[in-house]
T-cell receptor, first 111, second 113 residues
């Protein structure tokens, strides 16, 4: 079983739609959580950190449920420019702060 | 841009050859991490260097080795290349063993034939 699992998609949604991505992680001794965005053939870039209390950045909302070992990302009012692969990332305790990535969920926002 | 530069951007090698990939970290960053990203997968941690010493290693064989120089730039060396080594190799720089955000370079895309 992979340490970080995501639904690979692809998700094809119309502009303006709300879309949610889920991610589960296997190790309860986990330290930090993030969502990264990766455009086609480019490097990953940090989208947002995920906090236990949940956090929001504009149209993006991230949630963490430590008891269920579950992370989510909600995108409201999707834009064409949101089309990308979204990577769930966990830093496990004692791991020299190495990022453990999920395989990514591909999103395409259609006009 | 992130200020992290990698070279070469693309290269083609044959099975059994050796390759060296290079990374210049963002100014002031003393930690460099290397990741391998196969097609359709998320990046996988290879190793991290902090102040010229290896500071953690993922599940990669010894033929993957690295160096960090006094100016904090870094090299990734892969010996005895295998077809499965074909991937995007990403370098990420950060402060102090990864505290805070990691900044990725655009990667070196390696094809092994």
């Amino acid at each position: 079983r992979k340490e970080v699992e995501q639904d690979p998609g692809p998700f094809n949604v119309p502009e303006g739609a709300t879309v949610a991505f889920n991610c589960t992680y296997s190790n309860s001794a986990s330290q930090s959580f993030f969502w990264y965005r990766q455009d086609c053939r480019k490097e990953p870039k940090l989208l947002m950190s995920v906090y236990s209390s949940g956090n929001e950045d504009g149209r993006f909302t991230a949630q963490l449920n430590r008891a269920s070992q579950y992370i989510s990302l909600l995108i409201r009012d999707s834009k064409l420019s949101d089309s990308a692969t979204y990577l769930c990332v966990v830093i496990f305790s004692g791991s020299a702060r190495q990022l453990t990535f999920g395989s990514g969920t591909q999103l395409t926002v259609l006009p | 841009e992130t200020g992290v530069t990698q070279s070469p951007t693309h290269l083609i090698k044959t099975r059994g050859q050796q390759v060296t990939l290079r990374c210049s970290s963002q100014s002031g960053h003393n930690t460099v991490s290397w990741y391998q990203q196969a097609l359709g997968q998320g990046p996988q941690f290879i190793f991290q260097y902090y102040r010229e010493e290896e500071n953690g290693r993922g599940n990669f064989p010894p033929r993957f080795s690295g160096l960090q120089f006094p100016n904090y730039s870094s090299e990734l060396n892969v010996n005895a290349l295998e077809l499965d080594d074909s991937a995007l190799y990403l370098c990420a720089s950060s402060l102090d063993r990864g505290k805070g955000e990691l900044f990725f370079g655009e990667g070196s895309r390696l094809t092994v034939l």
